[in-house]
């Protein structure tokens, strides 16, 4: 779960870069990413739930075993 989640972290953390790029802000939420930066949200590897994410801070994380370090910018 570990890999699956590093990558599902930074595919979002790519998207996020984007979308504040064209939009000079974070988006309220993730779902805001689809289909234009990612093709779909994935999901958390651990939990199958969505991924928790900080609209103020840009952080994503787990809400199963592993929850992510500093944000994802």
Known sequence: CE???RVSAAA???ALKAYRL???RLP???S???P???AQVPPDPYSGA???YSPLSGAVGSAGERTA???LK
């Open 3 to 5: 890999a699956d989640f």
């Open 12 to 14: 979002v953390a790519a």
């Open 32 to 34: 805001e990413l689809a």
């Open 28 to 30: 309220g939420s993730l």
């Open 22 to 24: 064209d939009h000079r």
């Open 36 to 38: 234009d930066y990612l």
């Open 50 to 52: 969505e991924l928790v």
């Open 69 to 71: 370090g500093p944000p």
